[in-house]
C-alpha cells in the first residue's frame, strides 16, 4: 500500500512542481528521491510482512475492503520494480529532459505508471485489475507521443491508443462474462470464483478467454504483438527502454496473479491455449528479431520473445515460477535499461553503429556485452538463471515436456542476433562518419553501467539474493 500511494502522491507533486521549478534539471532530483523513498516505505513494508505484524508495516491505514492484497510475491516484484526504474532514472534523467520542455509532466506520468504497475501486482478483485491496467496504461500513449516533432512518435501513440483502447474493451467484456456467469454468488473478487475442476460454463469460458487475450495484448505476446514493434521504434528511446521493461513485467505480474487466483483450479482446460501461445511467441518473436537491421527494432521484437519465455511462467504457476518471474524482471529489466542507455548516446541505431565501439569506448563495450550476454542466457549472467528456472518450473510442471526443448532451441536462435552486436563491437572497423561522434558519455554514467552489469553477474551467480525475499 505504501508503495500505491506514495507513487500516486509524488506523481501529482510532480506534474504541479513543473510550475515552480526553474532549472530543467530540478525534476530529475525531485523523481530519484521520490523514487529513493517510494523503496525505502515498500522496503518497510515488505520486513514487516515477514515479522507478521502486516498492519504496522501499512504508514497509510487506508480500508481498502480487501480490494488489494499484499504478500512478500508482490511486495518483493515492487521493490525490483522500483530499483529498476531508479537505475534508469540516474541512467536516463539527463536523456529524459532533451525530449521536450514539460520534464516534470514526464516524471509524473512515469509515476503514474509505477502506481498503476503496483495496483496490477497487488489487485484482489476484477475491478482493481481493470484499474491498475488502466492507471498503468494511459499515461504510456502521452508518453509514447511526446516527442511531438517526430511524425514516427505521433504514429506510435496513435496506434498505441487505438489498440489499447480495443484491448481494454475486451478486457471489461471478459470480466462482465466472468461476472455473469457465475453458478455461485456473482463476484469480482479473484479468489472466490469457483470454477472447480469439472468442465467451465460457457459464459466463464468465453470471459476467460477474453481476458486471456487482453493480457497478452499487454504483454505483447503472438498473436496481440503486432503494436509493440512500432510502438518501441517510434517512442523516445528512453520512454521505449521503460515500457520494453518496467511496463511489461507489471503486465506479466497481473496476469499471473488473474490466473492463480482466479482460474487456477481449471488450469488443465487453459493451459493448452498458453501452449500455443508460448511457442508461437518464442518462435516468431526470435526469427522476426533476425532480420532487423535497427538494434532499437531488434529489441522490440528479442522483447516479444522473451516475454514467450516469461509466458513459461503462467503455463507452469509453481513455485519455480513465481521465483522465475521476480529474477526475469530483474534480469530483463537491468540488461535491457543498459542496453538502451548505450543506445541513446548513439548516433546510428542500426548495428553499423556498434562497429568499432571497444576501441571507442571499450566500457560501454564491455558493459554491452555484458547485457546481451544476459539477454541471451549465457551461464553466470542473471539471464542465465532466470531462464533456467523457467525451464524448471516447466519441467515440474510434468505437461507438454516438448515446449522446454522449443524454448532452448529458441534461445539459441536468439544468441545468432545478439551475437551479431558483440561481433560488430570487437571484430569489425568503424567505416561509418555516423560514428565520428562527440559522446555524450560522463565518468557517473560509466559507473553506473559498470554497477548494472555487476549486478547481473551477481545474480547470475547467486540468484537467492533476490529469491530469498520471497520466503522472508
Known amino acids: 500500500m505504501n508503495a500505491i500511494i506514495i507513487t500516486a502522491v509524488w506523481g501529482i507533486v510532480m506534474m504541479f512542481g513543473g510550475a515552480f521549478f526553474k532549472k530543467k534539471s530540478t525534476p530529475k532530483y525531485w523523481a530519484i528521491g521520490g523514487l529513493i523513498l517510494t523503496i525505502i516505505a515498500n522496503c518497510y513494508e515488505l520486513f514487516k510482512q515477514g515479522s507478521g505484524d502486516v498492519n504496522q508495516g501499512n504508514l497509510f491505514p487506508v480500508d481498502i475492503k480487501d480490494m488489494l492484497a499484499f504478500n512478500s510475491f508482490n511486495l518483493t516484484f515492487i521493490t525490483v520494480v522500483l530499483i529498476c526504474t531508479l537505475l534508469l532514472f540516474l541512467l536516463n534523467g539527463g536523456d529524459i529532459e532533451k525530449v521536450g520542455k514539460n520534464v516534470s509532466e514526464y516524471f509524473a506520468l512515469i509515476f503514474f505508471v509505477l502506481c498503476g504497475v503496483c495496483i496490477s501486482a497487488t489487485f484482489n478483485t476484477l475491478l482493481t485489475l481493470f484499474l491498475g491496467i488502466e ?3 494511459i499515461p504510456l500513449y502521452i508518453l509514447t507521443g511526446s516527442d511531438k516533432r517526430n511524425l514516427k512518435s505521433n504514429e506510435a501513440a496513435l496506434k498505441y491508443f487505438l489498440m489499447g483502447s480495443f484491448s481494454t474493451g475486451i478486457l471489461l467484456m471478459g470480466i462482465a462474462f ?7 454468488t456473482p463476484t469480482f473478487y479473484i479468489n472466490n470464483i469457483n470454477l472447480g475442476a469439472g468442465k467451465l460454463p460457457v459464459m466463464i469460458a468465453i470471459g476467460l478467454v477474453f481476458l486471456l487475450i487482453a493480457m497478452t495484448f499487454k504483454v505483447s505476446a503472438v498473436p496481440f504483438h503486432f503494436w509493440a514493434p512500432d510502438v518501441y ?6 520512454f521505449t527502454s521503460f515500457m520494453a521493461t518496467i511496463v511489461k513485467a507489471g503486465g506479466f505480474i497481473a496476469f499471473i496473479r488473474l490466473f492463480e487466483h482466479a482460474f487456477g483450479t481449471a488450469q488443465q482446460q487453459w493451459q493448452i491455449l498458453i501452449t500455443v501461445i508460448t511457442a508461437t511467441t518464442l518462435l516468431l518473436g526470435n526469427l522476426t528479431a533476425v532480420f532487423q537491421q535497427s538494434v532499437k527494432r531488434m529489441l522490440a521484437y528479442s522483447s516479444i520473445a522473451q516475454a514467450g519465455f516469461m509466458l513459461l511462467a503462467i503455463f507452469a504457476l509453481n513455485q519455480f515460477a513465481k521465483e522465475g518471474i521476480i529474477l526475469y524482471t530483474a534480469a530483463y529489466s537491468l540488461a535491457t535499461i543498459g542496453l538502451f542507455a548505450i543506445l541513446i548516446k ?7 553503429g556498434f562497429n568499432g ?3 571507442q569506448q571499450p566500457v560501454l563495450a564491455f558493459t554491452a556485452t555484458v547485457f546481451l550476454l544476459s539477454l541471451t542466457g549465457i551461464p553466470l549472467t542473471a539471464g542465465f538463471q532466470a531462464k533456467l528456472f523457467m525451464l524448471i518450473a516447466a519441467v515440474n510442471d510434468g505437461h507438454q515436456n516438448w515446449l ?3 524454448a532452448v532451441l529458441c534461445a539459441a536462435i536468439s544468441a545468432f542476433y545478439y551475437f551479431k552486436i558483440i561481433q560488430a563491437i570487437y571484430f569489425r572497423d568503424n567505416t561509418s562518419s555516423a560514428q565520428q561522434q562527440e559522446w555524450d558519455v560522463t565518468p557517473g554514467f560509466k559507473t553506473l553501467l ?4 555487476a549486478l547481473v553477474i551477481l545474480i547470475g551467480i547467486w540468484p537467492s539474493l533476490i529469491t530469498e525475499w ?3
Not at 233 to 238: H, K, L, R, Y
Not at 346 to 352: A, G, P, S, V
Not at 450 to 453: L, R
Open 135 to 137: 492507471i498503468l496504461s
Open 178 to 184: 466472468i461476472y455473469g456467469g457465475n453458478t455461485g
Open 233 to 238: 521504434d517510434g517512442a523516445p528511446t528512453v
Open 346 to 352: 548513439m548516433n546510428d541505431y542500426t548495428i553499423d
Open 357 to 359: 565501439l571497444a576501441k
Open 404 to 406: 522446454v526443448v522449443f
Open 450 to 453: 559498470i554497477i548494472i552489469a
Open 470 to 472: 520471497l520466503h522472508y
